[in-house]
Protein backbone atom coordinates (compact mmCIF):
# COMPACT_ATOMS: atom_id res chain seq x y z
CA UNK A 1 0.00 0.00 0.00
CA UNK A 2 1.40 3.77 -1.17
CA UNK A 3 1.27 6.29 1.66
CA UNK A 4 2.05 9.51 1.36
CA UNK A 5 3.24 12.15 3.79
CA UNK A 6 2.84 15.71 3.05
CA UNK A 7 4.93 18.35 4.93
CA UNK A 8 6.53 21.71 4.73
CA UNK A 9 3.18 24.28 4.78
CA UNK A 10 3.05 27.14 6.70
CA UNK A 11 2.28 31.00 6.11
CA UNK A 12 3.88 33.34 4.44
CA UNK A 13 3.48 36.64 3.12
CA UNK A 14 2.86 37.55 -0.13
CA UNK A 15 5.47 37.00 -2.93
CA UNK A 16 7.26 34.77 -0.55
CA UNK A 17 8.30 31.15 -1.28
CA UNK A 18 7.43 27.76 0.34
CA UNK A 19 8.61 24.07 -0.54
CA UNK A 20 6.62 21.48 0.42
CA UNK A 21 7.87 18.04 0.35
CA UNK A 22 5.99 14.31 0.02
CA UNK A 23 7.76 11.16 1.38
CA UNK A 24 6.61 8.30 -0.37
CA UNK A 25 6.51 4.24 0.68
CA UNK A 26 5.16 1.46 -0.04
CA UNK A 27 6.07 1.41 -3.58
CA UNK A 28 5.92 -1.37 -5.85
CA UNK A 29 7.39 -1.90 -9.12
CA UNK A 30 6.89 0.50 -11.70
CA UNK A 31 7.35 4.13 -11.58
CA UNK A 32 4.37 6.49 -10.70
CA UNK A 33 2.63 9.33 -11.88
CA UNK A 34 2.70 12.15 -8.96
CA UNK A 35 0.54 14.98 -8.41
CA UNK A 36 0.10 18.12 -5.89
CA UNK A 37 -3.38 19.21 -5.83
CA UNK A 38 -4.81 21.95 -3.18
CA UNK A 39 -8.24 23.07 -1.89
CA UNK A 40 -9.17 26.43 -0.73
CA UNK A 41 -11.28 27.06 1.45
CA UNK A 42 -15.22 26.74 -0.10
CA UNK A 43 -13.87 25.46 -3.31
CA UNK A 44 -13.59 22.32 -5.42
CA UNK A 45 -9.94 20.57 -4.83
CA UNK A 46 -7.76 21.64 -8.12
CA UNK A 47 -4.68 20.38 -9.89
CA UNK A 48 -1.41 21.83 -9.10
CA UNK A 49 0.87 19.98 -11.04
CA UNK A 50 1.80 16.25 -12.30
CA UNK A 51 5.36 14.37 -12.71
CA UNK A 52 5.83 11.01 -13.66
CA UNK A 53 9.14 9.72 -11.52
CA UNK A 54 10.44 7.86 -13.57
CA UNK A 55 11.06 11.26 -15.59
CA UNK A 56 9.28 13.43 -17.86
CA UNK A 57 5.63 13.44 -17.79
CA UNK A 58 5.31 16.83 -16.15
CA UNK A 59 2.65 19.10 -16.73
CA UNK A 60 1.73 22.85 -14.81
CA UNK A 61 -1.59 24.06 -14.15
CA UNK A 62 -1.99 27.58 -15.72
CA UNK A 63 -2.27 29.12 -12.82
CA UNK A 64 1.00 28.18 -11.41
CA UNK A 65 3.10 27.82 -14.75
CA UNK A 66 6.50 29.68 -14.16
CA UNK A 67 5.96 30.50 -9.97
CA UNK A 68 6.00 26.83 -9.03
CA UNK A 69 8.52 23.90 -9.85
CA UNK A 70 7.87 19.95 -8.79
CA UNK A 71 11.43 17.71 -8.31
CA UNK A 72 11.78 14.66 -6.84
CA UNK A 73 15.12 13.13 -5.06
CA UNK A 74 14.57 9.15 -5.76
CA UNK A 75 16.82 7.88 -3.11
CA UNK A 76 15.15 9.58 -1.05
CA UNK A 77 11.42 8.69 -2.21
CA UNK A 78 10.56 12.15 -1.70
CA UNK A 79 8.81 14.50 -3.81
CA UNK A 80 9.16 18.76 -3.64
CA UNK A 81 7.12 21.45 -4.65
CA UNK A 82 9.25 24.72 -4.52
CA UNK A 83 6.45 27.46 -4.21
CA UNK A 84 7.81 30.91 -5.09
CA UNK A 85 5.57 34.43 -5.63
CA UNK A 86 3.01 33.16 -3.60
CA UNK A 87 -0.26 34.78 -3.71
CA UNK A 88 -3.31 35.06 -1.40
CA UNK A 89 -5.28 32.82 -3.79
CA UNK A 90 -2.67 30.52 -2.79
CA UNK A 91 -4.00 29.76 0.57
CA UNK A 92 -5.08 26.24 0.69
CA UNK A 93 -4.56 22.67 1.80
CA UNK A 94 -2.16 20.88 -0.32
CA UNK A 95 -2.08 16.65 -1.49
CA UNK A 96 0.29 14.70 -2.22
CA UNK A 97 -1.13 11.80 -4.74
CA UNK A 98 -0.22 8.87 -6.93
CA UNK A 99 -1.16 6.66 -9.56
CA UNK A 100 0.28 3.44 -11.35
CA UNK A 101 -0.10 5.19 -14.84
CA UNK A 102 2.38 6.63 -17.25
CA UNK A 103 4.17 9.35 -18.47
CA UNK A 104 1.95 9.95 -21.70
CA UNK A 105 -1.05 10.17 -19.17
CA UNK A 106 0.88 12.15 -16.70
CA UNK A 107 2.08 14.72 -18.84
CA UNK A 108 -2.28 15.54 -19.55
CA UNK A 109 -2.35 16.94 -15.68
CA UNK A 110 -4.69 13.81 -15.33
CA UNK A 111 -7.79 14.09 -13.33
CA UNK A 112 -7.94 13.29 -9.43
CA UNK A 113 -10.02 10.91 -9.59
CA UNK A 114 -7.74 8.69 -11.25
CA UNK A 115 -5.23 8.84 -8.27
CA UNK A 116 -6.06 6.15 -5.49
CA UNK A 117 -3.22 7.08 -3.09
CA UNK A 118 -3.13 10.51 -1.00
CA UNK A 119 -1.26 12.00 1.56
CA UNK A 120 -3.21 13.84 4.38
CA UNK A 121 -2.35 16.92 3.11
CA UNK A 122 -0.46 20.22 4.36
CA UNK A 123 -1.83 23.73 4.86
CA UNK A 124 -0.37 26.42 2.87
CA UNK A 125 -1.39 30.32 3.83
CA UNK A 126 -0.47 33.28 2.04
CA UNK A 127 -1.56 36.50 3.52
CA UNK A 128 -1.07 39.74 1.83
Known amino acids: QVQLVESGGGSVQAGGSLTLACAAS????????MGWFRQAPGKEREGVVTAYTGGGGTYYYDSVKGRFTISQNNAKNTLYLQMNSLKPDGTAMYYCAAAKLGPVYCATGGHQTDFPYWGQGTQVTVSS
Open 26 to 33: GYTGSSYC
